[in-house]
């Protein structure tokens, strides 16, 4: 699976999700923060999704092998400020709450885990550089 990057600045950084070279899904990310927990998003590069059960017993999938952090989540997210280092899911770009946007997170995270029911790990590779600046 690839995130590639497509648009970043110092508030948030937007991507598509590919699977086999077919996008289905855009994402959402903080800005690049030094990779710090909690408030940045992750370096490009090559990690390995893993099934996640958060204790309220529901599934996702977590990135991991990203130095120094943990807990890197894909979510139902569709403002910056519903995350903390994470991944959220949409169908469009959009405006929501007067910020630019992911819309219909709920119906793309679905579709994301309708779409890897099948995995008890895959592969995720994030091209594209986040903001630096």
């Known amino acids: 699976m690839i995130l590639q990057r497509v648009a970043y600045n ?3 950084t937007f991507g598509v999700l590919k699977e086999n070279k077919v996008p289905f899904c855009l994402t959402l ?3 690049w923060k030094d990779n710090k927990p909690y408030i940045s ?4 590069g090559e990690y390995i999704c893993k099934r996640f059960t958060r204790p309220s017993g529901v599934f996702t999938w977590e990135i991991t092998k990203v130095p120094g952090r943990t807990l890197i989540l894909f979510h139902i997210a569709n403002l910056v400020r519903d ?3 994470c991944v959220g899911t949409g169908e ?3 405006i929501l709450k007067n910020e630019p946007a992911i819309l219909s997170s709920g119906r793309a995270f679905a579709e994301f885990m309708r779409l890897t029911k099948d995995y008890e790990e895959f592969p995720l590779t994030i091209i594209g550089e986040p903001c630096t600046t």
């Not at 998003?41 to 490009?44: K, L």
């Open 83 to 85: 995350l903390q280092g």
């Open 29 to 31: 990310e903080l800005p």
């Open 92 to 94: 469009e770009f959009g």
């Open 41 to 44: 998003c992750i370096p490009s």
């Open 10 to 12: 110092k508030e948030r």
